[in-house]
């Protein structure tokens, strides 16, 4: 216990490669993945509850341990935790390893401040098959226990890079072939024009800026185009993970319709 609670501070989490993961989807998760839970904690009160899970856990020879249920409450940081922690190692990987492979849709997450954000875009990348998830140095941690949650196990998908400088991820993709596409409201461009113009079904990088103020001018030069999302009604924007979404399917729709999300064997 007194070693997960130091996982609460980003400094120690960083310094030791490990967090939490919180929740019976993330927990299950992050079981899958071998080789990346290190312990199970599970609330004394719950343990039938969990069965299957500390099965697993045991199969894989993970300890784990039945603690007192307001003890595990000092780890959790929702309002009605379910009562099961998996510590685990860290599972970033370099930008050379999350854009290997000829990727065909990968989304970067530049200032992104908002840990529910950017928990839910790494769901959403997860969700329509993109190929990797980038992360910019001046981001939230992805590690935050609010972005763990967000991305409901989805973290453990995908390769998520972090510590990303924007400008060496835009001339690495541009040499993998990514069009470099920036989200943003008054951009010249539209993601309706994009699809029909069929340079959505070519592979994309979506860089996505900062809840408030978006992508700044030196960033949003370093785009092939700045592209907006047309809105038919009277909200004044669009959270930037919702955003997020629609670029992600739009995209991922427009090649499978073309067959360009396949990979050349």
């Known amino acids: 216990m007194r070693s997960a609670r130091r996982l609460l501070r980003r400094k120690e989490r960083a310094a030791l490669g490990r967090f939490l993961a919180e929740g019976r989807q993330a927990v299950s998760e992050a079981l899958s993945r071998p080789g990346t839970v290190l312990d199970l904690l599970v609330a004394a009160d719950v343990v039938e509850r969990h069965q299957d899970l500390l099965r697993l856990a045991a199969a894989a020879g993970i300890p784990a341990a039945a603690v007192p249920p307001a003890q595990l409450a000092t780890l959790a940081e929702t309002v009605t935790p379910q009562g099961i922690l998996a510590v685990c190692t860290t599972v970033d990987v370099g930008l050379e390893e999350a854009l290997a492979g000829s990727p065909r849709l ?6 992104v401040r908002d840990p529910g954000n950017l928990g839910t875009v790494v769901r959403c990348a997860d969700a329509f098959g993109a190929d990797a998830v980038l992360v910019s140095a001046d981001s939230v941690d992805l590690y935050n226990a609010k972005t763990v949650r967000a991305s409901t196990g989805s973290l453990f998908h995908l390769p998520v890079a972090v510590g990303v400088g924007l400008e060496e991820a835009v001339g690495r993709a541009r040499q993998l072939g990514l069009a470099v596409y920036g989200a943003d409201g008054g951009g010249p461009r539209t993601v309706d024009g994009l699809a029909a113009a069929g340079q959505l079904s070519r ?9 408030a103020w978006g992508l700044p001018p030196e960033h ?33 729709t427009a090649q499978r319709a073309s067959g360009s999300h396949l990979h050349p064997s």
Do not use: H, I, K
């Open 220 to 252: 949003a030069d370093l785009m092939d185009a700045l592209v907006a999302l047309p809105m038919y009604g009277r909200a004044e924007s669009l959270n930037l993970s919702t955003a997020a979404a629609v670029v992600l399917y739009a995209t991922a």
């Open 203 to 211: 592979p994309v990088l979506w860089v996505m800026g900062n809840e």
């Open 106 to 111: 990968v989304v970067l997450c530049d200032q």
